[in-house]
C-alpha cells in the first residue's frame, strides 16, 4: 500500500479516523484450516453468527458464536464469555479479532456468499441459517375427524344466554381497560 506510514503516531491515527468500511476490513479474521482449504481464503471479516475459537487468555480453546460486532473498539463479543463485576453481575467481555479463528461461517446473507464465490448448491440448509423441519406424516397433517352428535339431541334450552350468564356469576366478567381512578377520602376528624 503507498499510503500507509510506518510511524506509529499515524497508525494509530488511521485506527481512530477509519470509516466503518475500512474498519470491516481491519476487522478480519482467519479461519480455520477446514473452512481455509473450502473457500481458498485464508481471512473473512468476522460477522455476527460465525462460530470463532478464542486462541489466547482465560477463555482460550473456547469455541462460541458471536453475539455483537463493535467496531468503533475494535472488538467482538461472544456468547456465554463472560465475567464477573464487582456486584457479581456477569458482564461480557469484549475480545480482539486477532485473538480469534473463524470455524464455522454464516452464510446466510447471499451478499456473503457470492464474495466466498460459493454455488447455491454447495451450501448446507444449516450454513444458510435455516432449520430443517422435520417431514410430517400424512396421518399427523391430517386432523381427527369430530365425532358425529345429532343436532335433535342436544337441548337448547339448558345453554344460558351470556347476559344471563354473566348475571348468575357463572362466566368470568372481562376486565375493564380503563384505568381506574383514585377517589380522594375525606379525612375524619
Do not use: C
Amino acid at each position: 500500500m503507498s499510503g500507509t506510514s510506518s510511524s506509529p503516531r499515524r497508525q494509530r491515527r488511521a485506527l481512530y479516523t477509519a470509516s466503518i468500511s475500512e474498519r470491516r476490513r481491519r476487522m478480519t479474521t482467519p479461519l480455520s484450516r477446514e473452512l481455509r482449504g473450502r473457500f481458498h481464503k485464508r481471512a473473512v471479516p468476522v460477522r455476527k453468527g460465525d462460530t470463532v475459537r478464542v486462541l489466547s487468555g482465560s477463555f482460550a480453546g473456547r469455541e462460541e458464536r458471536v453475539a455483537k460486532i463493535d467496531r468503533a473498539g475494535y472488538s467482538v463479543t461472544l456468547d456465554n464469555v463472560t465475567l464477573k463485576t464487582a456486584e457479581e453481575k456477569l458482564k461480557p467481555l469484549s475480545i480482539r479479532t486477532s485473538h480469534l479463528v473463524i470455524t464455522h461461517l454464516n452464510l446466510a446473507d447471499p451478499w456473503r456468499r457470492r464474495a466466498l464465490r460459493l454455488r447455491e448448491e454447495d451450501v448446507t440448509p444449516e450454513e444458510r441459517g435455516e432449520t430443517p423441519e422435520p417431514e410430517e406424516t400424512a396421518a399427523e397433517t391430517t386432523p381427527a375427524p369430530a365425532p358425529a352428535t345429532d343436532a335433535a339431541e342436544t337441548p337448547t334450552e339448558d345453554v344460558p344466554d351470556a347476559p344471563d350468564a354473566a348475571e348468575e356469576g357463572d362466566a368470568p366478567a372481562r376486565p375493564s381497560r380503563r384505568r381506574a381512578r383514585s377517589t380522594p377520602t375525606a379525612e375524619e376528624p
